[in-house]
């Protein structure tokens, strides 16, 4: 990654597989730290609501149901970079890069920029643990309050604690014979750059198979140590 300067910005990037609880983390602490979130998928529906060149490029691969190739990713991703509020501390990168090409596509945005990266979180679980987090997951499908049916199960089985409902939702990518898919391909596409960045010694991993409350301690202590080394302030 480059070394230009990063006008008092700090740039983080979560790694983590399914289930990891990478996302709720991200979302929770860029929120507390006032840093611009920024997930793939988020920019390129910004940029096509926006119907802006680069969305009407997307729209034209969405429309067919093909994927986004990735140089025209890399452009709404530094698009997005240089679209940051000045009051905006850094950015968060949720799941992105997600591979080796997205990685180097990464090293070509920060070159063009003024910023840098400084840490990477990976979120480390491992695949039972896993895989109990994803298959027994689920969702009140009245009022949204999420369970896991062998971890974090309803008081009462079968009755939502919040509003009683008896009826629960599990996302298609959660059952069974899809999450096994899903972790292969996670450990083939974006294992591989937990090496990459341990090697450039931006890598710190955090055990996730623990409290939520624990893991954000843990995430907090290591963004405000970020803080301190580029003298960034929070407002």
Wanted: net charge negative.
């Amino acid at each position: 990654m480059t070394d230009t300067p990063s006008q008092n910005k700090v740039v983080l990037v979560f790694l983590g597989p399914p289930g990891s609880g990478k996302g709720t983390q991200a979302e929770r602490l860029s929120k507390q730290y006032n840093l611009y979130h920024i997930d793939t998928g988020s920019c390129i529906r910004a940029e096509i609501a926006a119907n802006s060149e680069l969305g009407q490029e997307a729209t034209h691969y969405t429309s067919q149901g093909k994927l986004v190739p990735i140089d025209v990713v890399l452009n709404i991703i530094k698009s997005a970079m240089e679209k940051i509020d000045p009051d905006k501390t850094g950015f968060l990168f949720d799941g992105f890069p997600r591979n080796l090409e997205q990685a180097e596509g990464f090293d070509r945005i920060l070159g063009q920029l003024p910023f840098a990266l400084n840490k990477v979180l990976y979120l480390s679980m491992d695949r039972r643990a896993l895989t109990d987090r994803l298959v027994y997951r689920v969702t009140c499908a009245d009022c949204g309050t999420k369970y896991n049916l062998r971890l974090n199960p309803p008081k009462t089985e079968g009755v939502c604690d919040v509003c009683g409902h008896s009826t629960f939702n599990r996302r298609d990518d959660d059952r069974p014979e899809t999450v096994n898919t899903r972790l292969d391909e996670y450990e083939k596409e974006t294992a591989p750059l937990v090496g990459l960045f341990k090697t450039r010694g931006l890598l710190v991993e955090v055990e996730a198979n623990r409290p939520i409350t624990d893991i954000e301690r843990e995430l907090q202590e290591i963004i405000e140590a970020v803080y301190s080394e580029n003298n960034v302030v929070l407002a």
